[in-house]
């Protein structure tokens, strides 16, 4: 057992690099949010797991409308595939820009298309997807966010997690109209292009503080796990750390007004949010004695599932908005790395 645990702390290490300069992972902020979760995180999927469901889907705005982004499906496709392997049931949920990329990473591990599921952008139509969603959704165990935008704070998020002083600052540097919004690293506002999927997770929130039932229509379960995984600040998950603390370390100048507010039981940060999902599936392999699963997940492999994501998706790479199997502007090279890193803790080999 100790040398899983070593293992999976060198695989932490591995993920937990800036070189696109993201900001969460560097300097103090570092060792303040998020060490030592992916070990949580991995122990709570091998328990008590049975149907899962994994959230991903970031839109990026280009000349041809909002796209798909190539960090986040491919993760989620990776972890899918050896969640599934280990005998859980996986749903892949995402929203209709979306969602044919999410349906090529499925098809790739040979995942039924009656798994992947889509939320309507427009907010009251992917209120009631939501609502509907808990119906299908009875025996669900664990939901994980990969790289998935959440709404940033409010006046009463910040009041609750943070006090009244804090939530002075936040009126003083953050406009109202960038209150409770989905915002993308620019500091644009994306709502028009992202389904109300953190509902869902705000709805087993809601359930274990026990609120009345007519206000608590989504997750009708207190038991379900959750797990965020991002690396820029303002996806699902990131809620888990203080605005104070968050905004600080979110590099550019729109930090106060991105942060998420949604918080998950576990919050993997990665420099890609792909790295953190990779990891996640490397550290359950390992818990649960299965290191053949990552070994079949090959460079070659990660490389024919982006550009087919980018040719039939499309998906564009989120940093250069561009057509190429590339994740956040790193050369493919780079972004490999930290796989080939997870792949030798593991024991694999090309």
């Given at each position: ?89 996986v ?12 349906g ?24 009631q ?35 009244p002083?804090?939530?002075?600052t ?11 919004g989905?915002?993308?690293m ?25 609120e009345?039932?007519?206000e ?6 207190s ?33 106060r ?8 039981d ?31 997940w ?20 989120g940093?250069?908005r ?29």
């Open positions: 057992m100790a040398d899983i645990k070593d293992r999976i702390r060198d695989i932490e290490s591995a993920i937990r690099i800036d070189p696109a300069r993201r900001g969460l992972l560097a300097g103090e902020a570092s060792a303040l949010l998020g060490l030592g979760h992916l070990a949580e995180a991995a122990r709570a999927l091998s328990e008590n797991s049975g149907e899962v469901g994994i959230v991903t889907g970031f839109p990026i705005s280009t000349d041809d409308g909002p796209l798909a982004e190539t960090d986040g499906p491919p993760g989620a496709a990776l972890l899918a595939d050896v969640c599934r392997q280990l005998g859980m049931r749903r892949l949920i995402t929203d209709s820009v979306a969602r044919e990329a999410v090529i990473a499925a098809r790739a591990i040979g995942m039924p298309e009656t798994d992947v599921e889509s939320c309507p952008l427009d907010r009251p139509a992917g209120a997807w939501c609502r509907e969603f808990r119906d299908r959704a009875g025996s669900l165990t664990h939901l994980i966010a990969i790289e998935r935008p959440g709404p940033s704070h409010t006046l009463d998020s910040i009041l609750t997690v943070s006090g002083s804090i939530r002075d936040y009126s003083e540097f953050v406009p109202r109209e960038h209150h409770d989905c915002h993308n620019r500091g644009e506002n994306i709502d028009e292009h992202t389904g109300p999927l953190h509902l869902l997770f705000e709805g087993i929130a809601k359930v274990r503080r026990s009345s039932p007519d608590r229509p989504y997750i009708s379960h038991s379900v796990r959750t797990i965020g995984i991002g690396d820029g600040g303002n996806e699902i998950g990131m809620g888990s750390f203080a605005w104070e603390t968050l905004h600080r370390a979110i590099a550019g100048a729109h930090g007004r991105i942060a998420c507010r949604i918080a998950t576990r919050t993997i940060l990665a420099g890609t949010s792909n790295w953190g999902a990779f990891a996640l599936a490397a550290a359950l392999s390992l818990i649960r004695e299965r290191a053949d699963l990552i070994e079949a090959t460079t070659a492999r990660h490389r024919e599932l982006l550009e087919a994501l980018v040719e039939d998706g499309p998906a564009v790479d940093v250069t561009e057509r190429t199997a590339t994740v956040d502007g790193l050369p493919f090279v780079t972004y490999m790395q930290p796989w080939e890193r997870i792949r030798e803790i593991v024991n694999c080999r090309d």
